[in-house]
Structures are given as structure tokens and as C-alpha cells.
């Protein structure tokens, strides 16, 4: 039997990328808080060894750069859910280069999963989100959304389109009761950020320069998560919530 006194029960949600870190964490905790959630990720990720059986979650497969992902995930979510609360865009790629290093290949891969997917997802959801009556976005974004860093040129980019790409949705679809908002983690310890932190130099720069003196887990980011998907979130909309432990802030 599923608990129904969670902070968002009722509400059907998506969430790409779920197989692993951030986005694991998010539909986990989702779900905890009594959301149905459509689980997406890549085939052969093993969405089904996380979520398989588990009440409220259903399951899809596929690559969201696919010219017919969005469709495919939105119309799996309305048969499934019967409609769409909140859309988490958060699968992302991260690839260290130079401006000079990103060829124009690299430069597509990382801006279609970052950016060109997240903007087709949002424009799909959109009409569902509306008829929620309470829709809401949460993009993920970066520290990287703000900062600029060596070897980080066209994932940085692609964080900070994120930014100007989720000001915009709040904008175009506040007046439907649809909030839009990015969370900005800052070092979380990911199968994405792991070889960054192979290097000892980049890992203690990181656990240093948090004041609260750690690297952050994908939980920290999901408790964010919540937030913005709950009723305590509705007058939040079009900005950027810092998951980094003060480390932006910091001089
Ligand atoms: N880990 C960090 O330190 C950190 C910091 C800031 C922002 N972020 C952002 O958080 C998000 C999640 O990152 P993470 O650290 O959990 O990474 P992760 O690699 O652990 O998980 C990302 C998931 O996205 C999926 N994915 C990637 N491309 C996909 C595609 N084309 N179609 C479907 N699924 C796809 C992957 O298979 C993976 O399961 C990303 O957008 C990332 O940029 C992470």
C-alpha cells in the first residue's frame, strides 16, 4: 500500500535521466512523498533494477535527443498518469573542452541533451502542465549556470541556456498557474562528476571552498526537488535555487 500523506500526493511527474544520481534521487523521493512518476532514461541504463515494482512508478526507455522523444514520453506519461503536474528536465551530459577543443559534433551532443531536449520536453508538457491548474518545471541547471571554469566551455554554455531557457518557460506560462525554476547544484557526487573528482587537486578545491565543508549527494539536490515541485513552492517562479553549500558565495 502507497503512503498518501506525502507533499505531493496526487501529482504525476516526469523525470529524465532517472536512472542515476540527481535524477534517481529525485524520482525516489518523489515517489516517497506519494507522486506517480514516469521514470525515463536511456535503454540499458536499468531503470528496472532501480524502479521494477515499485508502486506509483512507470518505466520508459529511450534516448530524449530523439526527434520524437518528447511526444513519445508525454504521450507514456497521459496514458499511464492520465495527465502531466511536473516536468524535471534533468538528464545531462558533462564533457570537458576548451573553445578550441569543441567540435562542432561535441558542441551538438552536449547542447541537444542539455538544452534542445529540455526545450522540446518543456514545449510538450506544456498544454498538460496548464490543465494541471498547478504545473510545474524544474530544470537542471548548474553553478555552471552563473560561473564560467577551464575545460568547461560547452557545458558551461549549455548550463547557462538552461537559465535564460527556464526564465523564459516561467514567463510564457505563469499566467496558467505554471511555475519554472532551475536548481543549481554545485559538486555532487555523480557517475557524471566522478572522473572530475579523480583529480585530487579539482576534489579537495570543491570540499574546501563549500562552507559547509563537504561535497554534496544527489539527495541534498532531491530535497530541493521537493520543494519546487510542492504547494509551499507556488509564488517561486523563473529562478535558480544554489544546491552547492555556500560554495558560490564564497570569496
Ligand atoms: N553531479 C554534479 O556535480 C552536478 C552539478 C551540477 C549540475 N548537475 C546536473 O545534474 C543533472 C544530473 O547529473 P548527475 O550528476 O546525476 O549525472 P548522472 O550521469 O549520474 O545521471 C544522468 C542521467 O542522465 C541520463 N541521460 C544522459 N543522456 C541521456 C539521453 N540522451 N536520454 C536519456 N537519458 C540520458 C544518463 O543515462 C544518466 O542516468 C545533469 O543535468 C547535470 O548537468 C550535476
Known amino acids: 500500500m502507497r503512503n498518501s500523506n506525502g507533499r505531493l500526493n496526487g501529482k504525476r511527474a516526469i523525470v529524465t535521466g532517472a536512472a542515476s544520481g540527481i535524477g534517481e534521487a529525485i524520482a525516489r523521493s518523489y515517489l516517497q512523498e506519494s507522486a506517480s512518476v514516469l521514470a525515463v532514461d536511456l535503454p540499458g541504463r536499468n531503470l528496472e533494477s532501480k524502479f521494477g515494482g ?18 513519445e514520453i508525454i504521450a507514456k506519461a497521459v496514458d499511464a498518469m492520465g495527465g502531466i503536474d511536473i516536468l524535471v528536465n534533468n538528464a545531462g551530459i558533462a564533457v570537458g573542452s576548451s573553445v578550441e577543443t569543441t567540435s562542432d559534433d561535441l558542441w551538438d551532443k552536449v547542447m541537444g541533451v542539455n538544452v534542445t531536449a529540455m526545450f522540446r ?14 504545473g510545474r518545471i524544474i530544470n537542471l541547471g548548474s553553478i ?21 531557457l527556464t526564465k523564459s518557460l516561467a514567463v510564457d506560462l505563469g499566467e496558467f498557474g505554471v511555475t519554472a525554476n ?25 570540499e574546501e571552498k563549500a562552507p559547509v565543508g563537504r561535497l554534496g549527494r544527489p539527495q541534498d539536490v532531491a530535497s530541493a526537488a521537493v520543494f519546487l515541485a510542492s504547494d509551499d513552492a507556488q509564488f517561486v517562479s523563473g529562478v535558480g535555487l544554489n544546491v552547492d553549500g555556500g560554495a558560490i558565495v564564497k570569496f
Open 54 to 71: 515499485t508502486g506509483g512508478a512507470t518505466l520508459l526507455e529511450l534516448d530524449i535527443t530523439g526527434k520524437n522523444a518528447a511526444a
Open 121 to 134: 520536453l518543456s514545449r510538450e508538457a506544456a498544454p498538460h502542465l496548464k490543465k494541471s491548474g498547478a
Open 144 to 164: 555552471m549556470s552563473d560561473l564560467a571554469g577551464p575545460n568547461l566551455f560547452v557545458y558551461g554554455t549549455s548550463k547557462h541556456a538552461v537559465a535564460g
Open 182 to 206: 532551475y536548481l543549481q547544484p554545485g559538486a555532487i557526487i555523480t557517475a557524471l562528476s566522478a572522473p572530475f573528482f579523480e583529480d585530487d587537486a579539482f576534489r579537495s578545491y570543491w
